[in-house]
């Protein structure tokens, strides 16, 4: 079983950056693919980023990109997503997962979550 526990969220001014943590414990996370994924109220979840084991092959959603960096250390069992030049639209609970066959297509493990409130 793995446990996943997001950190680092908070409130920001538009513009700003946050970065967020996920550490993992219970079993290594060096053979899956990690994902952030994010809920607004009132929305669906939506996907942000994945990374693979290796930390190769980044993946974002199009209304990220070139804003947020997502990035992993094996060794420490943690994912980070660096968010920068926040914007309102960006304001939702981020949630961290993981994948435990590398495939994408489905995520095994979620985080509890950490809420990420941008102002305007």
């Known amino acids: 079983q793995v446990q996943l526990v997001e950190s680092g969220g908070g409130l920001v001014q538009a513009g700003g950056s946050l970065r967020l943590s996920c550490a993992a414990s219970?079993?290594?996370?060096?053979?899956?693919?990690m994902g952030w994924f994010r809920q607004a109220p009132g929305k669906e979840r939506e996907f942000v980023a994945a990374?693979?084991?290796?930390?190769?092959?980044?993946r974002y959603a199009d209304s990220v990109k070139g804003r947020f960096t997502i990035s992993r250390d094996n060794a420490k069992n943690t994912v980070y997503l660096q968010m920068n030049s926040l914007k309102p639209e960006d304001t939702a609970v981020y949630y961290c997962?993981?994948?435990?066959?590398?495939?994408?297509?489905?995520?095994?493990?979620w985080g509890q979550g950490t809420q990420v409130t941008v102002s305007s």
């Open positions: 997962a993981a994948d435990r066959d590398g495939s994408g297509l489905h995520y095994d493990y």
């Open positions: 990374i693979n084991w290796s930390g190769g092959r980044p």
């Open positions: 219970g079993r290594t996370l060096s053979t899956y693919r």
